[in-house]
């Protein structure tokens, strides 16, 4: 790992770059650096912009997801990783994939008001819903914004079965809610963990819980009768990829009730930003990296093609494949993730009441 970066390089953000937004027709660029562009290139603050969506319920499309349903409070994520495919989906809000991304959060105040409205619809057809099928519903803004908590507490009234997928300390916050939950076979959470070694997820995921700090949600979850799911993904050819059965092991250990991987895919801007991050943080093996992603994508870093996306082929994709089942079977031999119960769902008294006006 590169100690001397260059010196424009961005602590405490995954991004070092604004890939031009083709929806834009105007935008800042900087030709040579001079003092006029340090405000522009200096460590980005965090703004916040609101937005009042008229749905939030998502129907997802893609048959290697795992569930028919998402809903995001958020647009944007403060965690910076790296490696994210949500960061395409930022220039449609007017922003671009690299820092925009990491300090540009969208927040849906009305989120909670309009998932109570569209689950108690006459013709809603329950199913599993994912909370951050998109970004993190547990980022750091949601400590101030409570809309992820909201939501949370709608589902339990409503007996509403929810997936949740996070890599933030936040979520035993409310356990209060998610015990209940549990116990009713109402959630499962993924827990995502792609590194144990700290000074990689420091640049990798700036933004995020530590590997430690994951390791300890995966027990209190447990503990608490909370089934979670270990998702190592991405796994990066000789960034991360070594580090599989030391994980499997860890979460184990931690209580786990399943583990899954997905090899990397680096599908539009998160290409550029991706390949500008390898090259600045480990100049000896850049191209070693991202050839190998080439390799097990059919050529290309991106890669859309459903069944082979998540996982991969070619060689290196065989090895790793083979190297997450060894462990699994030595760590996990035996557990597995029980599918949610969609039969307890009911519209609560109160809003049926409202329904006749």
Not at 14 to 21: A, C, I, K, M
Not at 66 to 85: A, F, K, R, T, V
Not at 143 to 149: A, P, Q, S
Not at 283 to 291: F, I, S, T
């Amino acid at each position: 790992m590169a100690d001397d970066r260059t010196i424009n390089y961005t602590k405490g953000r995954g991004s070092q770059v604004h890939p031009r937004n083709k929806f834009r027709k105007h935008e800042y660029v900087q030709e040579h650096f001079e003092a006029l562009d340090e405000e522009l290139y200096s460590d980005p603050k965090t703004e916040i912009y609101y937005e009042h969506p008229k749905k939030i319920i998502n129907k997802v499309d893609s048959p290697d997801i795992g569930m028919d349903l998402s809903s995001n409070p958020y647009q944007g994520c403060e965690h910076g990783c790296i490696y994210c495919y949500a960061r395409n989906t930022h220039p449609y809000w007017g922003f671009n994939a690299g820092l925009d991304f990491e300090s540009r959060i969208v927040v849906k105040e009305n989120a909670p008001e309009l998932l109570e409205q569209e689950i108690s619809k006459k013709n809603y057809c329950v199913t599993p819903i994912m909370l951050s099928g998109n970004t993190d519903c547990y980022q750091p803004l949601e400590r101030k914004f409570e809309l992820t908590r909201k939501m949370l507490d709608i589902l339990w009234r409503y007996r509403h079965p929810v997936g949740i997928i996070t890599k933030n300390s936040l979520i035993t916050r409310d356990l209060d809610i998610l015990k209940p939950m549990a116990e009713n076979n109402l959630v499962s959470v993924t827990i995502s963990i792609t590194t144990l070694k700290e000074k990689l997820r420091r640049i990798m995921e700036p933004r995020t819980a530590s590997a430690a700090k994951r390791l300890e949600i995966v027990r209190v979850l447990s503990e608490n009768g909370i089934p979670v799911n270990v998702n190592i993904a991405p796994v990066i050819p000789f960034i991360n990829s070594d580090e599989i059965p030391a994980i499997m092991k860890a979460v184990a250990g931690a209580g786990a009730s399943n583990a899954m991987y997905t090899m990397v895919r680096l599908n539009g801007d998160v290409g550029i930003i991706f390949e500008d991050w390898v090259k600045k943080n480990f100049p000896d093996r850049a191209e070693k990296v991202l050839n190998q992603i080439k390799l097990a994508h059919g050529g290309k870093l991106n890669d859309s093609r459903f069944g082979t996306r998540m996982r991969g082929e070619g060689e290196m994709a065989e090895s790793i494949r083979k190297l997450f089942k060894l462990s699994r079977e030595k760590y996990l031999k035996g557990k597995k993730m029980s599918p949610l119960d969609c039969s307890r769902f009911r519209i609560p008294a109160a809003q049926k009441q409202l329904g006749l006006f």
